[in-house]
């Protein structure tokens, strides 16, 4: 409950006639900017279709100034949502928001989060998806040598490129090429999940399938790869973008090994 009630003062603040009043332009609210708020509200509750019926009598169309600092400036406690005239004042911020009442902004607010996490699922996993389709392409280019094709996936000046370049520019330069004529070589991603999940840094980890055969230049020498492993994707947030700045692989570097 203490979410939703931070939640609610945070929607009237970004609230449009809020906003474009002269609240919009104080950082913070004294005792004459809640009689403003009070009057904002009061206008909103009077056009509100939730309260033309017998609504407006039960839980009445305004909200005292004094209750409307006491909302913002107090500290959320348990006992609180337990006191019906409380509970009464959330509904009418809930419907000066836009919402039928307090049930309706809460299940609101649960949908809209539960969207936004599969949204970010999707966005996550398909980072990982879109990075090993690159890798299958770019060892498809081999023995020609094109790190650039994962700038978008990959930070830069991560630890991950760094490596991935290294390793991939030693099979190219020993002239490595993939075989994959009737579908030789493929490459399966499966049972992806979110291992972390902060704001700033997630952690992901993939089940996966790597099935590739390379043959060296005029020799026609054979190196194969058919591995089934756990892979774990670190994805950071720097400047706004979401790449991977590192990955950890437990067979990264098995062909450099092999001469």
């Known amino acids: 409950?203490?979410?939703?009630?931070?939640?609610?003062?945070?929607?009237?603040?970004?609230?449009?006639?809020?906003?474009?009043?002269?609240?919009?332009?104080?950082?913070?609210?004294?005792?004459?900017?809640?009689?403003?708020l009070s009057e904002i509200i009061k206008e909103e509750l009077s056009e509100a279709e939730e309260l033309k019926g017998g609504k407006k009598f039960e839980i009445g169309n305004t909200i005292s100034h004094v209750t409307l600092q006491r909302f913002f400036e107090n500290d959320y406690q348990d006992k609180t949502h337990n006191d019906l005239r409380f509970l009464k004042t959330l509904d009418k911020i809930c419907i000066f928001l836009g919402h039928k009442d307090l049930n309706a902004y809460i299940l609101s607010n649960k949908e809209t989060r539960i969207s936004n996490e599969q949204d970010d699922r999707t966005f996550l996993t398909k980072i990982v998806y879109d990075y090993c389709a690159t890798v299958f392409e770019f060892y498809k280019k081999f023995p020609a040598h094109h790190p650039e094709l994962f700038k978008d996936l990959v930070f830069n000046d991560?630890?991950?490129?760094?490596?991935?370049?290294?390793?991939?520019?030693?099979?190219?330069?020993?002239?490595?090429?993939?075989?994959?004529?009737?579908?030789?070589?493929?490459?399966?991603?499966?049972?992806?999940?979110?291992?972390?999940?902060?704001?700033?840094?997630?952690?992901?980890?993939?089940?996966?399938?790597?099935?590739?055969?390379?043959?060296?230049?005029?020799?026609?020498?054979?190196?194969?790869?058919?591995?089934?492993?756990?892979?774990?994707y670190f994805i950071r947030k720097i400047d706004n973008t979401w790449k991977i700045w590192d990955n950890y692989n437990p067979d990264a570097g098995r062909l450099n090994n092999k001469k």
């Not at 991560?158 to 390793?167: G, W």
């Not at 902060?198 to 399938?209: D, H």
């Not at 099935?211 to 492993?229: A, C, D, M, R, S």
């Open 1 to 36: 409950m203490k979410t939703i009630y931070n939640a609610i003062r945070e929607e009237v603040v970004r609230h449009p006639k809020v906003k474009n009043s002269v609240l919009g332009n104080v950082n913070e609210w004294k005792r004459s900017h809640y009689i403003i």
């Open 158 to 232: 991560s630890p991950f490129l760094e490596r991935a370049t290294h390793f991939s520019k030693e099979l190219c330069d020993r002239d490595f090429k993939l075989v994959t004529k009737n579908n030789r070589s493929n490459y399966e991603v499966f049972d992806i999940r979110i291992v972390t999940d902060e704001p700033e840094k997630k952690i992901l980890e993939s089940q996966e399938f790597w099935n590739l055969l390379f043959k060296v230049g005029e020799t026609g020498e054979e190196h194969f790869v058919n591995q089934l492993n756990t892979q774990i």
